[in-house]
């Protein structure tokens, strides 16, 4: 049949047909601007954020400085914010819930599966503004051009842009990101964005898929889409990129990700993999001006690994030892938890509110779980040989035996499923209630916010959250004993279901009732929330005191307030209905201008 004698149908998907290949149709340049856009836009929000932090930062250093072993009086200057302006923004944008008061407690159905948490309204805002220019992007088109060239600009913008994008979402996703320590914005954080920004490069990929078949259908049909996929492999490896994306977006829901974590981990790396392979073929083989940016995503996320192995190894291995682990099943009823100790080959430098991640191979192989660290202990400690035990050394000879340092860490890992339940349930089940294995830490992680500048602390744990809170009250203690913090006032608000749970921390916290200070500076307040009797909640000093029912935030917060001693820092670490409601408080005191900075500590992925 001769072109003269072509049908109207044939035309048409003649006039298709170059459309359904190659970059005829994408627009280059604009897709090029629209990159630059997008990276002036998150260059300049990092930017902000650093300004930010630098202010606070250099805030809290004069503030510290100007109040080492200032009085009261003298640090009264700082307990009230002189402008209106900051203490409107903590409230209403940087401390606010995206609603009303829930921000970190979870829509549960049931205690291993729930649906997520509420983003704060700053985040809500960066997230908006972020999806936002992404529609933009994508839909900044020519629509005066026919459909085929429509469809083929939609196919490349979208298909650029959701590579561009896998560059972030991959330095959100490392533990190690410089970025952590340098915008100070913990990792819980950058999990949200991480999540965020991979629904977007998924969106934007099933676009690119569909604008694609949308061309290629007008030109050869179904036919013709099943025997591309099938026979080219350009198409076969960007249909691999799309569907393992397609696969993370239906397994990475809250709901899935909390009742199933082992095998969603590991799921998901896999099809992260996937997605990776697929789409570097898929660029290389076409020859996309995308491939340069997922060769970037392939060295940081190589880099990133690379560094966790570094980590792990250097922390745990050593020629002479490995890292040893302790684990105690707590006696009493109703107490279901473990106390876990860690022997490091090597020194770790702990600083209060720090996590790390434990690897117990004969408990759960090559899983690791995030748990912040309790309680940490450097000893010095000497290596004899054989040789050294059989013959007597000299005074001098022993001080050239090199004194090494050892590092135990302690945790305490409540039972709830999965790992955790194996921990208890085998520790509980030896005859001493104990047993010793060998396993792998890394880290430390988090840990960035000193609380040194501040004349009053407080800090509130519910249950298990009192790992997070008990390494500042040590350090702070030691600080005004050394004369090297501002803090004068601590304040310890500990809520619990039972007394039994006070058994959870009582060689540490026996260990700072006995700091020669502790009584001029520290207040412990313990609530209680299920005792058994009446008797079992006695107030034992003024400086020790229990309650029996809920902690209420806003009353305690209230009388703190009134005996503060310059700025206030305050910190939460606990369930997120508990975190909700000393947020809530602390956006109270804030809008009455006082000086009160709000720390939350959360595992929310």
């Given at each position: 049949m001769t072109a003269s004698n072509s049908t109207p149908a044939e035309s048409a998907a003649k006039e298709v047909l170059p459309y359904t290949y190659g970059l005829t149709g994408v627009d280059i340049p604009l897709d090029d601007s629209l990159t630059n856009i997008l990276w002036l836009s998150i260059g300049a929000l990092c930017l902000v954020i650093l300004c930010v932090r630098f202010g606070q930062m250099a805030n809290a250093h004069l503030r510290h400085l100007l109040n080492l072993n200032a009085s009261p009086l003298q640090q009264s200057y700082w307990s009230e914010d002189r402008t209106s302006i900051w203490p409107k923004l903590k409230k209403n944008l940087l401390y606010a819930p995206l609603w009303k008061k829930r921000h970190n407690r979870e829509f549960q159905l049931s205690r291993a599966m729930n649906v997520g948490t509420l983003p704060s309204r700053l985040h809500t805002l960066i997230l908006s503004v972020y999806l936002i220019s992404n529609i933009i992007y994508c839909m900044y088109l020519d629509y005066r051009d026919p459909k085929a060239k429509i469809m083929a600009e939609l196919r490349g913008r979208t298909g650029h842009i959701s590579i561009v994008n896998m560059l972030p979402l991959i330095v959100l996703a490392g533990r190690n990101s410089p970025f952590i320590p340098l915008l100070r914005v913990s990792f819980d954080?950058?999990?949200?964005?991480?999540?965020?920004?991979?629904?977007?490069?998924?969106?934007?990929?099933?676009?690119?898929?569909?604008?694609?078949?949308?061309?290629e259908y007008d030109a050869k049909g179904m036919k013709g889409i099943s025997d591309g996929l099938h026979t080219v492999p350009f198409l076969s490896y960007g249909l691999l990129g799309t569907v393992a994306l397609a696969a993370i977006m239906v397994q990475a829901p809250s709901i899935i990700r909390h009742a199933f974590y082992e095998t969603f981990l590991h799921i998901h790396q896999f099809l992260a993999v996937l997605t990776i392979v697929g789409v570097k073929v898929h660029c290389k083989l076409g020859k996309l001006p995308g491939e340069g940016y997922i060769d970037w995503v392939i060295a940081v996320w190589v880099l990133e690994r690379a560094a966790r192995l570094f980590r792990i190894l250097y922390r745990n291995v050593s020629p002479r030892r490995l890292t040893k682990v302790t684990v105690e099943a707590l006696e009493g009823p109703g107490i279901e938890a473990c106390r876990v100790s860690i022997d490091l080959v090597r020194p770790w430098r702990y600083t209060p509110g720090c996590h790390l991640y434990i690897y117990l191979p004969a408990i759960s192989f090559w899983m690791?779980?995030?748990?912040?660290?309790?309680?940490?202990?450097?000893?010095?400690?000497?290596?004899?040989?054989?040789?050294?035990?059989?013959?007597?050394?000299?005074?001098?000879?022993?001080?050239?035996?090199?004194?090494?340092t050892t590092t135990t860490l302690s945790l305490i890992i409540a039972k709830r499923t999965g790992m955790t339940a194996k921990l208890f349930e085998k520790a509980r089940a030896s005859a001493t209630g104990t047993f010793t294995t060998y396993g792998m830490v890394e880290g430390p992680y988090g840990g960035l916010d000193s609380l040194h500048s501040y004349g009053t602390v407080i800090l509130f744990a519910a249950g298990v959250g009192i790992t997070h809170q008990i390494g500042h009250v040590r350090e702070l203690l030691e600080g005004h004993a050394a004369g090297t913090v501002a803090t004068q006032r601590v304040v310890l608000v500990w809520s619990v279901k039972n007394t039994e749970t006070l058994e959870w921390v009582r060689p540490w916290m026996d260990e700072i009732l006995q700091m020669p200070n502790r009584k001029q500076v520290l207040k412990?307040?313990?609530?209680?929330?299920?005792?058994?009797?009446?008797?079992?909640?006695?107030?034992?000093?003024?400086?020790?005191?229990?309650?029996?029912?809920?902690?209420?935030?806003?009353?305690?917060?209230?009388?703190e307030m009134i005996g503060r001693i310059g700025a206030v820092g305050v910190t939460v670490c606990g369930p997120g209905a508990f975190a909700d409601e000393v947020r809530g408080a602390v956006r109270g005191v804030v809008d009455e201008g006082k000086t009160v900075d709000f720390v939350e500590e959360s595992f929310t992925w």
């Open positions: 954080t950058y999990s949200l964005f991480h999540r965020w920004i991979g629904r977007v490069v998924a969106l934007e990929a099933l676009v690119h898929t569909l604008a694609w078949a949308t061309n690791n779980h995030p748990f912040s660290i309790a309680w940490s202990d450097t000893r010095p400690t000497i290596h004899i040989t054989a040789a050294d035990e059989k013959f007597p050394q000299r005074k001098s000879s022993c001080v050239e035996l090199g004194a090494h412990v307040l313990l609530f209680v929330t299920k005792p058994r009797s009446a008797r079992e909640v006695v107030s034992r000093s003024e400086t020790v005191q229990m309650f029996p029912g809920r902690c209420n935030p806003n009353i305690v917060l209230g009388k």
